[in-house]
């Protein structure tokens, strides 16, 4: 089964920086348009930054030039390099990927897969 797995979040004060790490594991022939989503309490879910196969990125206007995406293919894994935070980049940051699997050696169209998210807070 696929999964995908957040981890760097946690408390930073404000000017701060975290690197977010989003690992895929499971039956992955192909892991394509990563993106990292946030949900801040009573908050909509927004955007944060997104990637393609290309390595084209797009950011929300929120990121303000502080945030970079980057992904290793070779490891299944995407990142948010985050510097210069604050108070506002508090929330919940989700990583999400379209994945193609293979099952019982078939290879199946691109579905997509969602971590269990990590929290950022952003506080002193």
């Known amino acids: 089964q696929v999964q995908l797995v957040e981890s760097g979040g946690g408390l930073v004060q404000p000017g701060g920086s975290l690197r977010l790490s989003c690992a895929a594991s499971?039956?992955?022939?192909?892991?394509?348009?990563w993106s990292w989503y946030r949900q801040a309490p009573g908050m909509q879910r927004e955007l944060v930054a997104a990637?393609?196969?290309?390595?084209?990125?797009k950011y929300a206007d929120s990121t303000e030039g502080r945030f970079t995406i980057s992904r290793d293919n070779v490891k299944n894994t995407m990142y948010l390099q985050m510097v210069r935070l604050k108070p506002q980049d508090t929330a919940v940051y989700y990583c999400?990927?379209?994945?193609?699997?293979?099952?019982?050696?078939?290879?199946?169209?691109?579905?997509?897969?969602w971590g269990q998210g990590t929290q950022v807070t952003v506080s002193s």
């Open positions: 499971g039956n992955i022939f192909y892991v394509d348009n």
């Open positions: 990637i393609n196969s290309a390595a084209d990125t």
């Open positions: 999400t990927a379209q994945i193609s699997t293979i099952v019982d050696g078939l290879l199946g169209h691109p579905d997509d897969y």
